[in-house]
């Protein structure tokens, strides 16, 4: 690698950390592998100073040489040590946790694991070159990593929540499930934030109930031919009264839960659409036919920066969806599924804006029929998407990387291929 942080002199020192929410553990190693020191350090200001002081080359008997730091991306905590490091000035290096439990899985066949072991692992990759490229992203694609993952967060609270509601209502109103094919549809919430029982609503008018049902609305419309539909089947419904009451309370606290979700998760939507407007990137990266701004905003939370990419092969490692080769002796395998080893937050966002794709963009699609139905080798569906993912991933890097709109009617040359 040619990056300087990545370089090391005979007389370098390695300081390979094992991170933990409380307490680091610390191993020097010298340019031959040989143990320096060791020590363990708070995860605290004073605690990272004291690592700074105790890891001088000068006192570890070094004339000359320099020191690099390297820890695991794991959690939360080596994004406040990197921050640490960079804003003295320090080289640090990221070593992938896989490769570390690879290769002590190879060395210790026992299982044996503690802090000093995966400290000294860490360590002993970094000195033979097993590490990474990956810094600490800066602004504004960080604050946008942070701003996507309590969308994406939001998003699947909601999803459960509707789930838990759906469930609960087959023990309250089984009927109202098949009016609405939705159950957070305007008119089932509006029903089920008043708090009725299917008795209750039983007891009223049809009158009464569209006049009640209208008061939780929340501004929105709702059709009165379906109110009364509801009414009907409320008197014909049949459930267990025992406990109703309480099944009735939490429905309506559920779709309180929901209403207050949707309302964040609107907040902090025009949130991610204002910092993505800042983005140079989104420009150009939402030329793309079937790219909305949520598919915009996941790729470049996950992949940051388009410059520290040479090429787009790099974005397709990253999301995990290269197909790996598994041949052994006269055994070729004929199967190459997708390695699985990259973000698999970046894959969901590539497999949902494929299938847009699919739909809207006609190079994907032409690239998918054109896999499934060839005469040699045609791909089964889900490997002729996989492939499609590819191709798209790969789009959104020449487009970014080149700062050109998308070209639908764009042919590209030998030399733009390797490029991307």
Known sequence: MSDKRCRRGPHDVIVGLDLASQEHQVVVLDSDGRRLTRFRIPHSI??????????????????????????????????????????????????????????????????????????????????????????????????????????????????????????????????????????????????????????????????????????????????????????????????????MAALSREVTRLVARIDFLTAQLETCAKEVKALLAAVEESRFLMTIPGLSWRSAAGILAHIGSIEKYRHGRQLIKLAGTNPSRRDSGQTVGSYQAMSHRGRAGLREVVYMATLSGLQHNPRIRAHYDRLIQRTKHPLSKMKALGACMNKLLLMAFAVMKRKEAFNPAHVWTGNMRNAA
Not at 75 to 83: D, I, K, M, P, S
Not at 90 to 101: G, H, K, Q, S
Not at 167 to 191: I, K
């Open 46 to 243: 004073s605690g990272l100073q004291e690592l700074l002081d105790r890891t001088v080359p000068g006192r570890l008997e070094r004339v000359t040489g320099e020191r690099v730091f390297c820890f695991e991306a794991t959690g939360h905590v080596w994004e406040a040590v990197a921050g640490f490091l960079e804003a003295r000035r320090e080289r640090y290096v990221i070593v992938n946790p896989l490769a570390t439990f690879r290769v002590r899985e190879a060395r210790q066949l026992n299982r044996h694991k503690t802090d000093l072991t995966d400290a000294e692992q860490i360590a002993e990759l970094v000195r033979t070159g097993v590490h990474t490229r990956t810094q600490l992203e800066t602004d504004p694609y960080m604050t946008l990593r942070r701003m996507w993952g309590e969308y994406t967060r939001l998003r699947l609270e909601r999803s459960r929540s509707k789930t838990l509601l759906t469930h609960q209502l087959y023990g309250l109103f089984p009927e109202l499930v098949g009016e609405w094919s939705d159950a957070l549809a305007p008119g089932s919430a509006a029903v089920l934030r008043t708090g009725l029982t299917p008795l209750e609503i039983a007891a009223m008018t049809p009158a009464e109930f569209v006049k009640r049902v209208r008061a939780a609305t929340a501004g929105r419309r709702v059709w009165r031919f379906k109110l009364v539909q509801v009414h009907e089947k409320a008197q014909k419904t049949v459930a267990c009264q025992q406990g």
